[in-house]
């Protein structure tokens, strides 16, 4: 139970190659899909994190490796989040940019189709956001973490005030 069975270098390089792969695998998947979790999107992740279990620890049970596996993926959070506030370009990266779905009543249809978001979604989230019609909208936005914020036209003066 606490020996360990693998290198703690063997466990952290593996730690290190799942997180990296994963992190690409999630930047890339879409920011739609962390938003509003379908069925279907929990099933892969529960089956992501299975899969990826043997990859962290190999064949060692024991504590010690679950601990450095564990802690070498928190180190590297921690650093990515330190890089992404301490550098622009960094968080663009990690973190991703906002991207404007509608602008004026205008429909983005072709970031809509990158970012695989049918009409029916899209108007599912304006609606929880009291919105029923794409032409009282002045400017909705994918954010980076995948949530859709809509401003409504009438109320563009008032956050033209305090973002001016």
Do not use: C, Y
Not at 111 to 136: P, S
């Amino acid at each position: 139970m606490w020996n360990l069975d693998t290198e703690w270098q063997e466990l952290i390089i593996r730690a290190t190659s799942v997180f990296a792969f994963l992190f690409l695998v999630f930047r890339f998947w879409g920011k739609k899909h962390f938003g509003d979790l379908t069925p279907f999107d929990l099933i892969l992740l529960l089956i992501m994190s299975e899969a990826v279990q043997n990859a962290l620890v190999g064949d060692d049970k024991g504590i010690p490796a679950a601990f450095i596996t564990i802690g070498t993926m928190v180190i590297i959070n921690i650093i990515l989040n330190k890089v992404s506030f301490h550098f622009r370009v960094a968080e663009k990266v990690i973190e991703g940019v906002p991207k404007v779905l509608i602008k004026n009543g205008r429909l983005n249809k072709k970031l809509m189709h990158q970012e695989t978001i049918t009409d029916q979604e899209l108007h599912e989230a304006l609606r929880m956001q009291g919105v029923m019609d794409v032409d009282e909208v002045f400017q909705a936005t994918l954010e980076a973490n995948g949530s859709i914020s809509v401003v409504k036209k009438k109320d563009e003066p008032f956050m033209k005030r305090i973002f001016h």
